[in-house]
């Protein structure tokens, strides 16, 4: 029997609770992976509430996943069973529009299909995530994990640390440029680590003022309150890059003024509601911009990883048991997670044994 046992929300009023079904049979090139941790992303709750309004219930979330390979297709060729492989936010995507070609599956011209809450290219079945015991994955969308690295840890790098790596290497982040990180939960974390790791004078900002010892033990140099003006007003014209990850709706001209002449801050955060439009001269008196960032390909992805094992660098995780996980998005919309929660899949598997 390939029966997985999930956690899925019925609705976007409904808590997430236990659900499942049979994946499909595995395709030529597929990696059947027993999921062993999945990490809890912010955008797992805006789906399970349907905040995009795109949301397919019953929705069965999580992209940030490692784990076991345990069968493969007759011709997969990259894994093996044994391997310790992740899978982000993408299982598929067209492969031949100019976007796929350059390796930016991200931002395929048809759409990439998304690991759950997505459309099989072939069944037109909606995919469903990591909340489960197990996966099938065609090989191509599979990530190879460091064995170096602790695994639980590694699981937010396939959101989180990707969402956070891919702009940082596109605007040039490294030694001799001051770097802004707007929010400190998942993905502001990895963006401390990795900037830093990069070699930036890294600058948090947070609206908490519990999390400055955090923040500099995560690699920042300097911890700015943004909520206080006077210690804003400190940074005003000399930062060469914002990556802001706040994941609510807010004000963006307070950090745009920050910029440098021709300083860019991108946006990861996608809110419910959107930012109101920033000031139109304070971006054109020094020829500031703001942009957007989506994740990152999987050939980007690979890097990251390989980054991540040859500097050990791993999210800082709080690890919980599936039946943990509506509580856990609670704590997240107070921004109280230091700084991913990780479901310990195993505790699904108990569940369903006993
Ligand atoms: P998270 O762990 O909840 O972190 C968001 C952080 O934003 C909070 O820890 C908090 O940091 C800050 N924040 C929250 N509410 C705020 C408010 N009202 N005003 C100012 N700051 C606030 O979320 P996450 O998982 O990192 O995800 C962040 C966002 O990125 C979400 O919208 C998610 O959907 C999106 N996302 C985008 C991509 C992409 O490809 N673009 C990929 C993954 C996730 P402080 O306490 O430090 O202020
Ligand atoms: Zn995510
Ligand atoms: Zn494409």
């Known amino acids: 029997m390939n029966i ?28 059947q992976i027993e999921v062993l941790f999945c990490g809890v992303c ?23 996943i490692v784990g076991r390979v345990t069968a493969v297709g ?3 060729a990259r894994y093996h069973v044994g391997d310790l492989v992740g899978v982000g936010c993408m299982v598929d995507s067209c492969r031949t529009c100019s976007s796929c ?9 048809d759409g990439f299909t998304a690991t759950y809450n997505g459309k099989d290219r072939q069944s037109g079945a909606i995919t469903y995530g990591g909340y489960s ?11 190879r994990v460091p064995e170096n690295l602790e695994l639980s840890g ?8 990707i969402t956070t790596y891919s702009p940082l290497r596109h605007w040039g982040v490294g030694p001799g440029k001051k770097v802004g990180i707007v929010g400190l939960g998942g993905l502001g974390h990895m963006g401390v680590k990795l ?16 999390k400055i010892a955090d923040g500099k033990r995560l690699g920042a140099d300097e911890v700015v309150v943004s909520r206080d003006a006077s210690q804003m007003a400190q940074h005003t014209n000399s930062i060469d890059f914002i990556l802001n990850t706040v994941a609510a709706q807010h004000d963006l ?52 990883l390989d980054f991540c094992g040859k500097h050990g660098i791993t999210s800082d995780i709080e690890m919980i048991q599936i039946n943990q996980v509506n509580e856990a998005y609670e704590r997240m919309l107070k921004s109280d997670v230091k700084y991913r929660f990780v479901i310990d899949i195993d505790s699904l598997r108990q569940q369903t044994a006993a």
Not at 45 to 51: A, D, F, K, S
Not at 133 to 143: A, K, S
């Open 133 to 143: 015991t197990r996966v099938v994955v065609n090989e191509d969308f599979v990530l």
């Open 101 to 109: 070609e350059e390796g930016l599956e991200q931002y395929c011209e």
């Open 195 to 210: 900037a830093h790791a990069m070699g930036a004078y890294v600058v948090l900002f947070t609206t908490s003022p519990s």
């Open 74 to 76: 007759a011709h997969t």
């Open 154 to 161: 590694v699981a937010p790098l396939l959101c989180a640390g």
């Open 4 to 31: 997985t046992y999930a956690y899925a929300a019925q609705d976007a009023q409904s808590r997430l609770a236990p659900f499942s079904y049979t994946p499909r049979e595995l395709r030529d090139h597929d990696v």
């Open 42 to 64: 912010h955008s797992d709750l805006h789906q399970v509430r349907n905040e995009w309004k795109n949301t397919v219930f019953p929705v069965v979330p999580g992209h940030e």
């Open 253 to 304: 001209n307070p950090f745009i003024e920050l910029l440098k002449r021709d300083g860019n801050m991108t946006l990861v955060g996608v809110p419910e509601y959107d930012h109101p439009a920033p000031h139109v001269a304070t971006l054109i008196f020094k020829r500031r911009s703001v942009a957007g960032s989506l994740i990152g390909g999987i050939a980007e992805t690979q890097e990251m």
